[in-house]
């Protein structure tokens, strides 16, 4: 299984969907739910029978309404295309059955759309508008960036614009990300070894940065509080931190991984704390202290009220806070193909592996209290 | 017996003495009488003490005739007794007639006496008169001299007084002639009129007041004021050597001219031959260009040395020559003398430096340090007098050795460049077929020789700076700082960081920019290189730095060796690992390429390894055989040629089949996974891109490591068909066929392999295993 989303518009339970990738049987989307207090999870299958499922993506707005890439195969060939979804109301907000009888009658996904790509090529993935109300989404197909527009409370796709992406040989898009800065115009593709940014008004390309990576760019995100700030990880084991104002050099590098990283995440309230995936089955928690928008060491405004003594001891303890990784989480057995934040819980994390295993772990409680106290 | 009472009472005769019997019998006349005479007259003490009362004894002076009577009365009979009347008879008569004799001599001397008495006083009385008439006379001899003494005083004092104005008026007229002699000798030989003036202007101050003597003292003062005129002019406009410059002013300070004039006038002077001298010196460097250094300088005219050599004879003697006559004529005072010659001083290192500069090329050392030697050596004397100057100059000198060194560090670097470059070229050189280029060994001992060559020349050149012989070794500056921070630490260590940092370079810079990568070879060779620096070369070099420029024990901190090998083999390791990468990631490109592009779901039926694979196997075959010319062999884990083959097959037919099986089974899809999660559970986590040691065998287990791994995960992104599956099963198996031999651990690889036919297995639509006699029949025709 490669496909991992947190279920995005929920914001009070921590719900991640889950999709999986099979070629004889049909395919199933899990919901899974994470009883914090109680540790205990909850899983919800949804079915999805039209292919095995490569990339999910979930509504911002809408709780029931996800996107999934999805390879359709047929005797001779298989094409991978793109389709939002919604899911049977009563797992909108999560459900407390037990499990035993969610797996017994399963549910099917109600259809709501296809994002037609018979022009364009296989769907890499499928990307909502950060912020906005669920009606604009971007997916990119083989070489070519589309930006649909969901009429009709989702019921129908428009392709509202599009952009080819031209060179020589045959240029394929990996992944992108939408960046929830600029009021979401901003989209940042990875091709081979190329970063490129686009704007989504014009679709014409912004920056570029060439040769981000020593090989394949497996996945980028953006900084959630820093708006030129991206990331970027890729076949060279290694996470790249960019300042998309200036392209030459990254920011940052790191080098922790000893296999090909498939996915970096950012914390969505605590920048400094970047989670990534990698097929040397390993997840990686690294504080990035140095470039995230936290005011560096210290937070003096909390403890104005406090006496001094405590403030010293306070600053003390801050001082030691380095770029360092936090901590390596390896209980996969098999490539970790997706790391997410839950949205609920931002503590909390999971990770999938090929093999099926999804884990989800909170941040060390220490480093927990650092950050916030 | 009266008469006998009576006679020898008054004055009785020799018979009555009775001792006369005794011894005086038989002797001489005069001498007898004398003794009992004198015994009379003056008996001493002790006789008379001694002859204590012997009233018989008749010449005694207790003699008491009665006692003497009775006694021989009684005593005697009578014939005795008629004897001794007859003996001093005899006796008293004797005696009589002595006494009678001695008296009239007495009586005869002392008449003469009285007679000679009588004549002395006349005789006086005649003298008296004489001597008066002497005195008489010597007053008037005496008179008459005084008269005549008297007479001639007044002639004498005469005379002398002549003689005083005599030479006074000697002296007078050598006066008068003063300025007719200065006159003369000014114009031919100042000094003697100089001489001659001093003399003469103490008595013409005394003398001024009266006219004739201030006449002279005028016209002598006006010639000695012409003189010093001339002095000066001949001060000012000519070009006097130092000596001359020295008698000039030394005149002139005797004609009293103002010292602090003089000294003023002196420097100036001075400074202007010494000016001339710098100019000099400076024409013979090219113009300083403001506009930059558009043209080249023209080479200097002549060599350094001689440039040195030059200019310390020249200036700095002249100099030191200025600055000892300023000393002698204006005392020690040296508070003008020191700014001047600081000024000047600083003036000629300025252009020295500039000199130096021109000293771009490498040229030759030893005329360096020969001339910083000989312009050190001149220095000294100067530096007595400007102690300030000592810094200065030793810094020049020290700046320029620095600066020196820093060229060879820099030609040093060049140097090993341009090897690397050569190297580069060797390796990109098309080779003509069947003929091999150099081996990579031979290229990595020429590159070593020659740089570590190049290093002792450098080494060597360096070393003539603290050379025995040399002046200025023995500051402490080059006994010390040069040595540590210059050499070893400015030259030896700085290289050897350099070198490890460019090494690095080649891994860290170009790999992901763009820039044009170094080709493999060049890594793997430097990789060699770095651990040779880290095995032997850097201890060698800093023993012999060590030993050529014996640190003290108080420098500065010094690099230590094991930093420097740490840091050198940190770059090996680096390259190392960058090689493994690099190779790993142009097999794993072609793989993922090869794996992307094709159509797995469409294709027929595997006749054949496919030619990737070969050309894979192909290509580790030549890393291998590149390496192994570079690197020890390596263990591996222990396990005999034939037995990978038998581990093969049970690959192949025992275990294949265990795992494929779950998939036809109709279970849930997460019990396939389950199976190879306990299998994995017992093997060991492979890391992929870890760090490999320095032999052949982890080189290469590193690299295909790396391939399969991407095979692995480049086949669980596509769907298969069935043919593919069995496409990805020969693959496999060919792989694994070629591939053991090189890794450490067959293990390893075929784990990896494992994994890749399950993937592959999983991700097809219709897993059909080939037969795997098939697979092998494949294999080994292709």
Not at chain 2, 39 to 50: D, F, I, K, L, V
Request: hydrophobic fraction near 40%; include cysteine.
């Amino acid at each position: 299984a490669r496909a991992l989303t947190p279920q995005t518009a929920e914001t009070d339970a921590i719900r991640f969907l889950v999709g999986t990738q099979s070629l004889r049987y049909d395919n199933q989307i899990h919901i899974i739910d994470f009883d914090d207090e109680n540790n205990i999870i909850n899983k919800n299958v949804l079915l999805h029978q039209v292919g095995e499922i490569w990339h999910i993506s979930t509504s911002p707005a809408d709780k029931g309404v996800l996107a999934t890439c999805y390879n359709k195969t047929s005797d001779t060939k298989v094409m991978t295309c793109a389709a939002v979804w919604r899911m049977p109301k009563e797992l909108e907000s999560g459900s407390h059955e037990s499990p035993d009888d969610s797996s017994s009658n399963t549910q099917t996904l109600e259809l709501l759309c296809h994002l037609d790509n018979t022009a364009h090529g296989n769907m890499a993935c499928v990307m909502w508008e950060p912020m906005g109300d669920g009606k604009k989404i971007i997916s990119l197909a083989d070489n070519n960036i589309l930006l649909w527009d969901l009429e009709e409370s989702s019921a129908k796709a428009v392709l509202s614009s599009s952009a080819a992406l031209e060179g020589k040989g045959q240029l394929k898009f990996t992944s992108g990300r939408w960046s929830p800065h600029h009021n979401c115009t901003q989209i940042a593709t990875a091709n081979d070894t190329t970063v490129r940014g686009w704007d989504t008004r014009s679709m014409r390309q912004i920056y570029c940065i060439e040769n981000a990576h020593g090989q394949l760019v497996r996945d980028l995100d953006f900084n959630p509080n820093k708006q030129y700030y991206l990331a970027s990880c890729g076949d060279d084991c290694k996470v790249k931190f960019w300042d998309t104002r200036n392209v030459t050099e990254p920011v940052k590098t790191l080098e922790e991984h000893s296999h090909w990283v498939w996915n970096v995440r950012y914390n969505h309230s605590h920048d400094q704390l970047i989670l990534t995936g990698s097929s040397d089955s390993r997840v990686i928690l690294s504080n990035m202290v140095s470039i995230s928008s936290e005011p560096f060491g210290h937070m003096v405004d909390d403890d104005e009220l406090s006496d001094q003594e405590d403030q010293h001891q306070e600053e003390k303890i801050k001082e030691p806070l380095q770029d360092s990784v936090i901590a390596t989480y390896e209980e996969h057995e098999d490539s970790v193909y997706a790391v997410e934040w839950s949205s609920a819980d931002p503590w909390l994390f999971a990770s999938l592996s090929y093999d099926g295993r999804l884990v989800i772990n909170r941040v060390p409680r220490a480093l927990k209290y650092h950050i916030l106290l | 017996m009266a008469a006998v009472t009576a006679g020898s009472g008054a004055g009785s005769g020799p018979a009555g003495s009775p001792e006369a019997t005794g011894g005086s019998a038989g002797s001489g006349g005069w001498r007898r009488p004398h003794g009992p005479l004198q015994r009379y007259y003056g008996p001493s003490t002790a006789e008379a003490a001694e002859a204590a009362p012997d009233p018989t004894d008749i010449n005694g002076p207790h003699f008491d005739p009665e006692a003497f009577m009775t006694k021989v009365r009684s005593e005697c009979p009578l014939g005795q007794l008629l004897a001794r009347e007859a003996a001093l008879g005899r006796e008293i008569r004797a005696l009589d007639s002595d006494m009678q004799t001695l008296l009239y001599e007495n009586y005869n001397k002392f008449i003469s006496a009285t007679d000679t008495i009588r004549k002395m006083k006349v005789d006086f009385r005649h003298m008296e008169a004489e001597m008066d008439d002497l005195a008489a006379n010597m007053a008037a001899i005496s008179a008459s001299s005084a008269r005549v003494s008297a007479a001639l005083q007044d002639r004498h004092r005469r005379s002398a007084q002549l003689a005083g104005v005599q030479a006074l008026l000697r002296k007078l007229q050598a006066l008068v002639e003063v300025p007719g002699r200065l006159r003369c000798w000014a114009e031919t030989e100042p000094a003697r009129a100089l001489r001659c003036h001093t003399r003469a202007r103490a008595i013409l101050r005394h003398y001024r007041h009266l006219p004739s003597f201030r006449a002279i003292e005028d016209e002598s003062h006006a010639i000695m004021a012409d003189l010093a005129q001339r002095l000066r002019t001949r001060l000012r406009c000519e070009t006097l050597d130092p000596k001359e410059l020295t008698e000039c002013v030394e005149m002139l300070l005797q004609l009293e001219e103002p010292a602090e004039e003089l000294s003023e006038e002196f420097l100036s002077q001075a400074g202007a031959r010494l000016e001339a001298e710098l100019a000099t010196l400076e024409a013979e460097l090219p113009a300083a260009d403001p506009s930059g250094t558009a043209t080249t300088p023209p080479p200097p005219a002549s060599d350094i040395l001689d440039f040195v050599d030059r200019g310390s004879s020249a200036f700095v003697g002249t100099l030191c020559q200025l600055a000892g006559s300023y000393r002698a004529l204006f005392g020690e005072d040296t508070g003008r003398l020191e700014p001047f010659a600081s000024a000047l001083a600083t003036r000629y290192f300025a252009l020295l430096e500039r000199r130096l500069e021109l000293e771009r090329g490498l040229g030759d050392t030893s005329l360096l340090v020969r001339a910083l030697d000989r312009f050190h050596r001149r220095l000294r004397a100067l530096l007595e007098l400007l102690p300030a100057g000592a810094d200065a100059a030793a810094a020049l000198v020290a700046r320029a050795a620095r600066e020196r060194v820093d060229r060879y560090l820099r030609a040093l670097q060049t140097f090993f460049l341009g090897c690397l470059g050569d190297v580069r070229q060797a390796l990109a050189a098309p080779r003509p077929p069947g003929k091999e280029g150099p081996g990579l060994p031979d290229l990595l001992a020429k590159l070593a020789t020659s740089v570590l060559g190049q290093l002792k020349a450098v080494l060597a050149y360096v070393q003539l700076f603290t050379a025995r012989d040399v002046a200025f070794a023995s500051l402490p500056y080059f006994k010390g700082e040069f040595c540590v921070t210059a050499v070893r630490e400015g030259l030896v260590v700085a290289f050897v960081r350099w070198l490890c940092r460019t090494a690095r370079g080649f891994a860290d810079g170009p790999a992901e920019r763009g820039a044009p990568a170094a080709p493999p070879a060049l890594l793997l060779l430097l990789a060699r290189l770095c651990l040779d620096y880290e095995n032997s070369t850097i201890g060698y070099i800093l023993t012999l730095t060590d030993e050529q420029f014996p640190p003290q024990d108080s420098g500065p901190a010094v690099t230590p060796g094991p930093a420097l090998c740490a840091e050198a083999r940190a770059a090996a390791q680096r390259l190392l690992d960058h090689y493994v990468q690099v190779q790993g990631a142009a097999v794993a490109q072609m793989l993922r390429k090869s794996v992307e592009t094709r159509d797995w779901l469409g294709t027929v039926e595997p006749r054949n390894v496919r030619a990737v694979m070969k050309r894979v196997v192909e290509d580790i075959t030549a890393i291998d055989v590149q390496v192994g010319q570079l690197f020890e062999e390596g263990v591996r884990r222990a396990q005999s040629s034939d037995s990978s083959r038998r581990a093969f097959s049970v690959y192949s037919s025992s275990r294949a089949p265990g795992r494929y099986a779950p998939s036809y089974t109709p279970s849930a899809p997460m019990d396939t996974h389950l199976l190879s999660n306990i299998q994995k559970l017992f093997s060991e986590r492979i890391d992929i891109f870890s760090p490999v040691e320095f032999n052949k065998v982890s080189v290469l287990t590193g690299i295909i490591k790396i391939s399969l791994k991407t095979l692995l995960e480049c086949v669980r992104l596509r769907t298969l068909g069935r043919f593919g599956l069995q496409q990805v099963q020969v693959d496999g198996h060919y792989l694994q066929l070629y591939l053991w031999r090189f890794a450490s651990d067959e293990r390893v690889v075929q784990g990896l392999l494992d994994e890749v036919a399950a993937s592959a297995a999983h991700r097809c639509l219709d897993p059909v295993p080939m037969e795997h006699s098939v697979v092998e029949l494949i294999c080994e025709r292709g």
